[in-house]
RNA sequence: GGGCCGGUGGUCUAGUGGCAUGACGUCACCUUGACGCGGUGAAGGUCGAGAGUUCAAAUCUCUCCCGGCCCACCA
């Protein structure tokens, strides 16, 4: 018998030393079971760790500790994801630094110093919830290996014929602290007002025509003008010339279909580049380069006495100066979508420059095949997939001019500028400290390196290739690749989730995983991100401290997987009654079972059968639900049944039973229930749960841990017509609680007599229960007889005195 | 403009054809030998709107409205 209150978090952590000091979660390389492996997101090291983190990753952790029970060797790693735009910006702003004033070699150690820090930070919070990952298995994005086998993937492709080098139009962010091409998938959609600017150009015999456009500041990148074919009002206008105002290059009118007849006055000007119908022109009339705009937004010779200007000085100069030469005949609001870096929110320009590329825009039939060879949780999900997939419109672009990510294994001979490509065999490479081993096949030996770092998720699109040490001699690739699950967020659906398929497609012909579970986001209380500009964020450790990491852990398995969950700390207050509860269960109980060790079949009573009977359905419904990876339904059940069958009704019923103190059908009934409903519950409650099958079970279960113990299984099957027996006399006492509370007397009154009116079958079920009835509502004396007035839903009349 | 998800008592939520689930909150009663962080009850909903299919619709179909997300070349 034990008596004292939990302590959780003294308990806590004594559940994480034992984890640790009896390796629970170490994957077993040389084993025999089956393997379940886990594609961990790594997180990326953004220095603030929130509930909604917490959240996404406790719901990949309650599937790697169910399939644990379920008698899985686990592989489920960490990464961390510590290079690239995101880190950069991260180490600048807690540093105060710049990495544009800083020797290269010199921010890079920074990074990886502060990263360090950021992971320590996230491993100790990942700790405090009970994430069960193997920390053997850890790996981080910059770290030797992968850099190799990142740099190795890029060589793979080169040598398919996948990866190339082309200078062309690129998305390409001019924030000061980005300046980088970006890839379409980089992008948001920006809604704004903006205004519409009716131009006036003048042609050869000057005439006028009028020009609708946004944005003015292009004037000087103007090459041509477009009007429909079947526009009526502008046929004459097709193939004559016109003058651009303030520039006054001529540029020829030309016809096309896309135009729209209705938007402005139905004549466009094409600049290179105001978007990406301009590239589309460009191309298709091979109209001549006029690029005004430069890598960092500003307005470059071309714009004569306007350059040096931002976009938006410019816009506003040239727009007054139009106005002043009577060009600028109106401007009208219009909402206008843009894309924007999804990073900083800044519009993107369209530039044009030399980058790498991965060809994938010819294979999207290939993708949505691998698409749907993947088992998808929940199943709506696969349709953001087959959207991007189906908008997909071009190559991946993986080169970034940053600093800090992992370099190409690339050089250029500085004479006749072929590309020399790192041997395999001597990667990781840096092509800024190192050198080729041979000179370049024109004689030359002078060499330029690669300058630009690759695409973060270049890297962690291979994170199943990562995890299997694929280009090791001693991999595990034949282990666990394909995996068995990724576990990811919905908003990287078309970044981690669509480069992962293809990437490792393009390496191995396979999948990368068997299934993809997608969890939902962790907000604010009112349904908002989390962000540490918006001051909103709720801290994992503060809500640990206050609650507990169990209590945490149930928030979190109270979405429904896939869909967003605003924090409630009502909700993490219902996990601690919970905690709570199963401890004073447990006391109850603890007399029963701390000495018990059933050894024999022992004859139960109805009521004990009953009990049984509703567990079966509990586990068949539970664990249907896991293999769906449906863990907030599965909770659901077992909450239900552990609340209301097992406290409320068996434990109210038998009490007397447990006093009395030798009564063994109670203790094998106890025994057994409280194992299954604590195994129900060890995904979500890890550290309870594992206290007191300690306390409870220890030396008579196999295992020393309950998170290595077997999932359970259905009891003995007892005749159905028990249950529908035992439900008739949960019914009978639940009216008879209400009498008594109708009546203001305390529930635990004696009553002298109790006559129960019935049918001939109800009567013969009934019989069973009738020692039960009495000890629950604490009757002296109950039979059976004629009722006139207190008729149940079942028929069933009861006289009460 | 297209697609996806959602719209259920004050708040949140389960529920894909058959008397609307639960939580939180509210109110009342019960100081029951595990738990008052408890127990027992009660009040509270025309299930976003409309139409249709059906003996029967929160659930299926259509139209519309609202919210969120994803996607799209409108200058």
Same mark, same amino acid.
């Given at each position: ?6 302590n959780a978090e003294k308990?806590?952590?004594e ?8 390796k ?7 084993d025999k079971r089956p393997i *379940? +492996?886990i594609d961990?997101?790594?997180p990326?090291?953004?220095g603030?760790?929130h509930?909604?983190?917490?959240m996404?990753?406790s719901q990949a ?13 686990v592989?489920y790693p960490m ?5 690239? %735009?995101?880190?950069?910006r ?10 544009v004033n800083?020797p ?5 150690k920074i990074c %990886?110093?502060?990263?360090?820090? $950021?992971?320590e930070e996230f491993?100790?919070i990942w700790? %405090?919830l009970?994430?069960?990952? &193997?920390w053997n298995?850890?790996?981080s994005t910059?770290?030797?290996f992968c ?6 993937s ?13 200078e062309s139009p ?5 924030n ?16 704004r007002i903006t205004k ?5 150009f003048?042609?050869?015999?000057n005439?006028?025509i ?7 500041e292009l ?12 526009d ?12 651009v105002p ?9 016809e096309d279909e ?13 600049c290179t ?8 022109w460009w191309k298709?009339?091979n109209?001549?380069?006029?690029i005004?705009i ?11 006495k306007?350059?040096g200007?931002t976009i938006?000085? /410019? ?9 002043? @030469?009577g ?8 909402e206008?979508t %843009?894309?924007?870096?999804?990073r900083?929110?800044?519009?993107i320009e369209y530039?044009?420059?030399?980058q790498?590329w991965?060809?994938?825009?010819d294979?999207?039939?290939?993708w ?11 199943a709506s ?10 908008g997909l419109?071009?190559d991946?672009?993986?080169s970034?001019?940053?600093y800090?990510?992992?370099p190409?294994?690339v050089?250029?001979c500085k ?5 020399i490509i790192a041997?395999?065999k ?5 092509p *800024?400290?190192?050198k080729?081993?041979k000179?370049c ?5 002078d060499f330029e390196p690669?300058?630009s770092?690759m ?5 962690s699109a291979?994170t199943?290739l990562i995890n299997?040490?694929?280009t ?5 690739v !034949? ?8 576990p990811?967020?919905?908003?990287i ?5 669509f ?6 497609w393009?390496?191995? $012909?396979?999948?990368?995983w068997n +299934?993809?579970m997608?969890?939902g986001?962790?907000?604010d ?5 989390m962000?540490k500009?918006k001051g ?5 450790k503060?809500i640990?401290?206050k609650?507990?990491a169990?209590?945490?852990r149930y928030w979190?398995? +109270? /979405?429904k997987?896939g869909?967003?969950l ?10 601690q ?7 004073n269960?447990a006391k109850?109980i603890?007399?029963?079972i701390?000495?018990?060790?059933p050894?024999r079949?022992i004859e139960?009573?109805s ?6 009977l509703?567990l ?8 249907e639900?896991?293999?769906?990876? #449906?863990?907030? &339904? /599965?909770?659901?059940?077992v @909450?239900?049944f552990f ?6 009704n068996y434990?109210e ?5 447990i006093?009395?103190?030798? !009564?063994?059908?109670?203790k094998y009934t ?5 194992l299954?409903i604590?195994?129900l519950f ?5 550290h309870?749960t ?8 220890? $030396?008579?279960?196999?295992?020393i841990?309950i998170?290595?113990s077997?999932?359970p299984?259905?009891? #003995? ?10 439900d008739?006399?949960?019914?009978i006492?639940?009216?008879?609680r209400k009498w ?10 004696e009553?002298?007599k109790?006559i129960i009116?019935?049918?001939? #079958?109800?009567r013969? $079920?009934l019989?069973e229960?009738? !020692? !039960?009835i009495?000890?629950a ?9 004629y ?7 079942s028929?069933i ?5």
């Amino acid at each position: 018998m034990f008596t004292e209150n939990y302590n959780a978090e003294k308990i806590e952590k004594e559940i994480h030393d034992f984890w640790d000091e009896n390796k629970i979660f170490e994957f077993k390389f040389n084993d025999k079971r089956p393997i *379940f +492996s886990i594609d961990t997101p790594p997180p990326t090291i953004s220095g603030m760790i929130h509930v909604g983190h917490a959240m996404s990753y406790s719901q990949a952790e309650f599937i790697a500790r169910y399939k644990r029970m379920r008698g899985f060797n686990v592989f489920y790693p960490m990464g961390f994801d510590d290079n690239g %735009l995101p880190t950069e910006r991260y180490v600048e702003n807690v540093r105060n630094i710049r990495a544009v004033n800083l020797p290269r070699d010199e921010f890079i150690k920074i990074c %990886l110093e502060e990263t360090r820090k $950021g992971e320590e930070e996230f491993k100790e919070i990942w700790k %405090l919830l009970g994430i069960s990952v &193997d920390w053997n298995l850890t790996y981080s994005t910059i770290d030797d290996f992968c850099r190799k086998i990142s740099q190795f993937s890029f060589i793979d492709l080169y040598e398919k014929g996948r990866v190339y080098r082309a200078e062309s139009p690129i998305t390409w962010c001019p924030n000061s602290q980005c300046k980088t091409a970006v890839a379409q998938a980089e992008l948001e959609d920006f809604k704004r007002i903006t205004k519409l600017n009716y131009i006036k150009f003048k042609l050869e015999n000057n005439e006028e025509i009028v020009i609708a456009t946004t944005r003015p500041e292009l004037l000087p990148a103007c090459v041509g003008i477009f009007v429909n074919p079947n526009d009526k009002r502008y046929k004459k206008l097709i193939g004559r010339y016109a003058f651009v105002p303030i520039f006054g290059q001529k540029v020829k009118i030309m016809e096309d279909e896309l135009v729209d007849p209705n938007f402005g006055t139905g004549i466009v000007m094409v600049c290179t580049f105001g978007d990406s119908t301009d590239i589309e022109w460009w191309k298709k009339y091979n109209l001549e380069t006029k690029i005004v705009i430069d890598e960092s937004g500003k307005l470059n010779d071309l714009a004569g006495k306007y350059s040096g200007l931002t976009i938006e000085e /410019a816009r506003k100069e040239i727009t007054e100066d139009l106005k002043k @030469e009577g060009k600028l005949i109106e401007q009208k609001d219009i909402e206008q979508t %843009l894309n924007v870096h999804e990073r900083c929110g800044t519009p993107i320009e369209y530039l044009i420059s030399k980058q790498w590329w991965i060809k994938i825009s010819d294979l999207k039939e290939k993708w949505l095949e691998l698409g749907n060879q993947i088992k998808w949780y929940p199943a709506s999900m696969k349709n953001r997939y087959d959207t991007w997939v189906n908008g997909l419109n071009t190559d991946w672009c993986i080169s970034r001019q940053r600093y800090y990510g992992i370099p190409f294994p690339v050089w250029y001979c500085k004479k006749c500028g072929k590309i020399i490509i790192a041997d395999k065999k001597d990667l990781p490479i840096d092509p *800024f400290y190192q050198k080729p081993k041979k000179s370049c096949s024109c004689g030359y030996n002078d060499f330029e390196p690669e300058k630009s770092v690759m695409d973060t998720w270049a890297t962690s699109a291979i994170t199943p290739l990562i995890n299997s040490k694929w280009t090791e001699k001693e991999n595990l690739v !034949d282990l666990i690749y394909p995996m068995s699950l990724r576990p990811q967020g919905h908003d990287i659906i078309r970044t981690w989730a669509f480069y992962t398929i293809a990437k490792c497609w393009l390496h191995t $012909g396979k999948i990368p995983w068997n +299934s993809i579970m997608v969890n939902g986001h962790g907000l604010d209380p009112h349904g908002k991100k989390m962000s540490k500009s918006k001051g909103n964020i709720v801290e994992v450790k503060e809500i640990i401290k206050k609650y507990s990491a169990d209590a945490l852990r149930y928030w979190a398995a +109270s /979405a429904k997987l896939g869909n967003d969950l605003p924090f409630k700390e009502q909700d993490v207050a219902r996990g601690q009654k919970i905690i709570i509860k199963l401890w004073n269960a447990a006391k109850l109980i603890s007399n029963s079972i701390e000495n018990y060790k059933p050894n024999r079949k022992i004859e139960l009573k109805s009521i004990d059968k009953w009990l049984f009977l509703k567990l079966n359905k509990v586990i068949n419904k539970a664990t249907e639900e896991y293999e769906k990876y #449906e863990y907030s &339904d /599965a909770t659901a059940y077992v @909450e239900n049944f552990f609340w209301h069958d097992f406290c409320d009704n068996y434990l109210e019923i038998v009490k007397q039973r447990i006093y009395n103190g030798n !009564d063994e059908a109670v203790k094998y009934t106890l025994y057994y229930s409280f194992l299954s409903i604590l195994k129900l519950f060890a995904p979500i409650l890890a550290h309870i749960t594992e206290k007191l099958y300690q306390k409870l079970y220890s $030396g008579k279960e196999k295992e020393i841990s309950i998170h290595i113990s077997n999932w359970p299984e259905e009891f #003995e099957f007892f005749d159905e017509s028990i249950e529908r027996n035992g439900d008739l006399a949960i019914e009978i006492i639940s009216f008879i609680r209400k009498w008594k509370h109708d009546r203001k007397i305390a529930l635990n009154a004696e009553l002298n007599k109790i006559i129960i009116d019935c049918n001939f #079958e109800q009567r013969e $079920g009934l019989k069973e229960f009738l !020692d !039960d009835i009495k000890t629950a509502t604490k009757a002296k004396e109950i039979s059976f007889g004629y009722v006139r007035d207190n008729e149940l839903p079942s028929g069933i009349k009861i006289d009460i005195s």
